[in-house]
Nanobody
Framework: QSQLVESGGGLVQPGGSLRLSCTAF????????IGWFRQVPGKDREGVSC????????HYADSVKARFTVSIDSAKKTVYLQLNSLEPEDTAVYYC????????????????WGQGTQVTVSS
């Protein structure tokens, strides 16, 4: 069964760091673009970052640029999102998703999603 599984979320103080993982089971990440999104209750799911399977193309939302870093380990079928200098506004459920080849920040462009991992930034 093909699925994406996120992990690495948790509670962290402002200014702290977390590393999220998104692992593919049952399929390879080759020829996919992998997006990271986040959502808080009552708001739309927001595109955070994206990377293509070669790792040669990355995108970031302006709100996380210079603080978050996306990377891929194709052999492990895992995409990582390093979250640094976390702010309370980063609190959300973080999701990964895949689509064919090209990155997109649009939620509806992705058909295959993980279950999400909660990130809470609070003192």
């Amino acid at each position: 069964q093909s699925q994406l599984v996120e992990s690495g979320g948790g509670l962290v103080q402002p200014g702290g760091s977390l590393r999220l993982s998104c692992t593919a089971f049952g399929f390879s990440l080759n020829y996919y673009a992998i997006g990271w999104f986040r959502q808080v209750p009552g708001k739309d799911r927001e595109g955070v970052s994206c990377i293509n399977s070669s790792g040669g193309t990355t995108h970031y939302a302006d709100s996380v640029k210079a603080r978050f870093t996306v990377s891929i380990d194709s052999a492990k079928k895992t995409v990582y999102l390093q979250l640094n200098s976390l702010e309370p506004e980063d609190t959300a459920v973080y999701y990964c998703a895949v689509r064919a080849i090209v990155c997109s920040s649009v939620r509806d462009d992705y058909a295959h999603w993980g279950q999400g991992t909660q990130v809470t930034v609070s003192s």
